[in-house]
Structure formats: C-alpha cells, structure tokens
C-alpha cells in the first residue's frame, strides 16, 4: 500500500527556514516522482516542486526558484523540501504526492499525503 508522509511544518519568521520531509512507504523513489505541492486558504493547489526518478531531474515553480530545494535520499526513501528565505506569502499546507512522471497538475498525481502546515509570520 503506498503511503506518503509529510513532516517538518511549522511556524516561522519570514526569512527563516524549514525542511519538510515525505517519508514513502509501499513503493520505492527509484521508480516514482515525487512533488510538492502547496495550497494556501482560499486559493487552488499549486505545485511548488517535483524531483524525478529516472535521474534525479529537479523542477521549481517561479514563486520559489531559487529558496527551495528538492532532494531525496533513497536509502531513507525519503524526499525533502528545503525552504529557505521564507515569505508570509509561503504560508499554505504543504502536501507530497507521487506518481510515475513530475509534472504541474495535480490530476496526473495519485497518491497523496495528508499534508504539513507552514506558517511564514512575524
């Protein structure tokens, strides 16, 4: 049974940091995608980030190139968001998902984990 889940949300100043983690269970990162996504109140779902299994190729919404970064460790079969330079604007539950291929719609994603709030706030 694949299980994805989410740790490491918080509360934090803007520009601090945070590292989420998504512990997979039930299927291993050398054959599936991993992104994240993010889903702020009264807003849509949007993907933050994604890193492939094929080779490891990292993709990045605009909103946070070059702040975040996706990593997996496959021994821990675990994948990572490192968020650094956090903004009041970052605040939004947080949520891993996998599938066999990254990409920016939520639809080509089928499993899912239950997701790790983030609060950027002074």
């Known amino acids: 049974q694949v299980q994805l889940v989410e740790s490491g949300g918080g509360l934090v100043q803007p520009g601090g940091s945070l590292r989420l983690s998504c512990a997979a269970s039930?299927?291993?990162?050398?054959?599936?995608?991993i992104g994240w996504f993010r889903q702020a109140p009264g807003k849509e779902r949007e993907g933050v980030s994604c890193?492939?299994?094929?080779?490891?190729?990292?993709y990045y919404a605009d909103s946070v190139k070059g702040r975040f970064t996706i990593s997996r460790d496959n021994v821990k079969n675990t994948v990572y968001l490192q968020m650094n330079s956090l903004k009041p604007e970052d605040t939004a539950v947080y949520y891993c998902?996998?599938?066999?291929?990254?990409?920016?719609?939520?639809?080509?994603?089928?499993?899912w984990g239950q997701g790790t709030q983030v609060t950027v706030s002074s």
């Open positions: 998902a996998t599938d066999g291929y990254c990409s920016w719609s939520e639809a080509d994603f089928g499993s």
């Open positions: 890193i492939s299994s094929s080779d490891g190729s990292t």
């Open positions: 039930g299927f291993t990162l050398d054959y599936d995608a």
